[in-house]
């Protein structure tokens, strides 16, 4: 099985290419970009009108939205792990956080990020930006509560819950008011631990040697 990526780094397509990267299957990066001044290629709008990136094609399907495809792929590829499958204990909790992931702390960074998107006029997007990083405080508080002492986010097991969570690390920038990964010491914890597998090695490496990590 073969996939093509939407891909522009420093994005959420980052997360999609480690677990293809964990799975071993070949994939092909389509280039896209995330800099809100450059047109998106328009077979990438084809397929998401949104303009966001990552969009995952594979056979003659393709989807978007970053924790649909994070579970699309673990299904897909039982043999990589990176899922607990239907009827096993730990599936709720692996839906919970991929679905949190994805619809609160990513919500959060948007505030942020995309102001214009949540305010209705430029003079509100200051507001929208505080809220956003007060959002981001509560929101990866709540992740660093849930993950206790567990060695990863389901417990003894390492799963794509823990790539979503370290990429999403990354997009912290204490620079602009938004906390550290350090205020979270359980995710700190598991970040860390991501971070020496060879797949993130691999797709984050000038990533995480430039001066932007939030670390
Ligand atoms: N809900 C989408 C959001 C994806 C998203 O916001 N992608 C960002 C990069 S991390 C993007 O493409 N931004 C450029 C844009 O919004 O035009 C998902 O989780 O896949």
């Known amino acids: 099985m073969s996939y093509k990526l939407f891909y522009a ?20 990066l389509l ?4 800099d ?16 966001w990136v990552p969009v995952l094609i594979w056979d003659d399907k393709a989807m978007y939205e970053c924790a649909a495809i994070t579970m699309f792929l673990g299904d897909r590829h039982p043999e990589a792990n990176l899922a607990p499958a239907v009827n096993d204990p730990d ?12 619809n609160s702390v990513q919500n959060a960074f948007q505030l942020d990020y995309y102001p214009d998107r949540f305010a209705d006029t430029q003079n509100d997007e200051a507001s929208a930006q505080r809220r956003g990083i007060r ?5 990866w508080k ?7 002492t567990n060695r990863w986010v389901l417990g003894e097991r390492f799963s794509s819950v823990d790539i979503y969570l370290f990429m999403l690390t990354t997009w912290l920038r204490p620079s602009r008011g938004q906390p550290k990964v350090s205020e979270f ?7 860390d631990a991501v971070l020496s597998r060879e797949s993130v090695g691999k797709v984050y490496k000038e990533w995480i040697t430039g001066d932007t990590y939030g670390y």
């Open 135 to 139: 959002r981001l405080c509560e929101t």
């Open 9 to 28: 780094p420093g994005s959420a397509a980052m997360g999609t290419r480690v677990m293809l990267e964990e799975i071993g299957a070949p994939y092909e």
């Open 142 to 148: 709540v992740i660093d509560n849930q993950i206790g």
């Open 91 to 102: 599936r709720g909790l692996y839906l919970q956080t991929l679905v949190y992931f994805s």
């Open 31 to 34: 280039e896209s970009t995330i």
């Open 36 to 51: 809100m001044d450059k047109p998106r290629p328009p077979e990438q709008l084809a397929l998401n009108p949104n303009g």
């Open 185 to 191: 010491p359980n995710v700190k914890r598991i970040a």
